[in-house]
């Protein structure tokens, strides 16, 4: 086992990288909006509502309607989107084809794994619980664990201290822009997945590799991102 503070940190994003949401928050922002009668959206609107956390994501399906909703108006509606959505957990999410195996081999190769999401924590942990992944990430941080979240540098950077790493030994993977900014921001490599919920073709991201299936997610290429040979 290489040691700690030696070892590289590989953080995944968590919706549209580990896991496939889509169904389950496309049925509770549906649940929520519904509340005032507005039609549902759809698995193809999920693209451009996705990547800041429940919050905006309800904003902008209220904008998406054309119905703005006022700050005010949006604790009710968020509470309501949290309770249906932590009761259906984990519903019809799943991780994505190949995820185990490769996350048991970077473990066994002696990397650490973390979560970096902009999901809220309380939102994130359970579903990842549900899902019996937990015990492979040495760190999990929502978009409201620090006071910033990605496309911010220190979510990422704060990510990969409290799983026990460095920044000089991290690669981030993601399928949005904010999960390619964060790490350009950190200054750490990127891996982009085609499969998750970008609304813009994932190789104009510009993140440093693209994989197409988690069976190419291999410790060379995580160690060659990271050393540059």
């Given at each position: ?5 030696k ?12 896991v496939?949401?889509?169904p389950?928050?496309?049925?509770s922002l549906?649940?929520?909006i ?8 759809t698995?193809e609107?999920l693209t451009?509502?996705?990547?800041q956390g429940a919050?905006v994501m309800i904003?902008?399906a209220?904008?998406l309607?054309g119905a703005p ?8 509606l968020l509470d309501r ?7 259906g957990m ?11 195996e490769?996350l048991?081999?970077?473990r066994d190769?002696?990397?650490?794994l973390a979560?970096c999401?902009n999901k ?9 619980e ?14 409201d664990t620090?006071a910033?979240?990605k496309p911010d540098a220190a979510?990422?950077t ?7 790493g460095?920044?000089?030994?991290a690669?981030m993977?993601g399928?949005s822009?904010?999960d390619?900014?964060?790490?350009r921001?950190a200054?750490?490599?990127?891996i982009?997945?085609?499969f ?18 988690f069976?190419?997610?291999t410790y060379?290429l ?8």
């Open positions: 086992m290489i040691a700690t503070s070892a590289t940190t590989v953080v995944f994003d968590l919706d549209g990288t580990l496939d949401t889509a389950d928050l496309v049925a549906n649940h929520t519904a509340q005032r009668d507005l039609a549902p959206v698995y609107d451009h509502l996705v990547g919050r904003t902008r209220f904008a309607r909703v006022s700050e005010s108006e949006l604790p009710p989107f949290i309770e249906h959505y932590a009761a984990p519903g019809l999410s799943r991780p994505y084809p190949g995820l185990v490769a048991d081999r970077l190769a002696g990397h650490l979560v999401t809220m924590e309380g939102l994130a942990r359970p579903l990842i549900a899902l019996s992944l937990t015990g492979y990430f040495t760190a999990i941080t929502g978009g620090f910033v979240r979510h990422l704060g990510t990969i201290d409290l799983a026990g460095v920044p000089q030994k690669v993977i399928d822009i904010n390619i900014l964060a790490a921001n200054g750490i490599p990127s982009a997945v085609p998750g919920y970008s609304d813009v073709a994932i190789d104009t991201l510009g993140a440093t590799a693209v994989i197409n299936h069976d190419e997610l060379e995580v160690e060659h991102l990271v050393t540059g040979r």
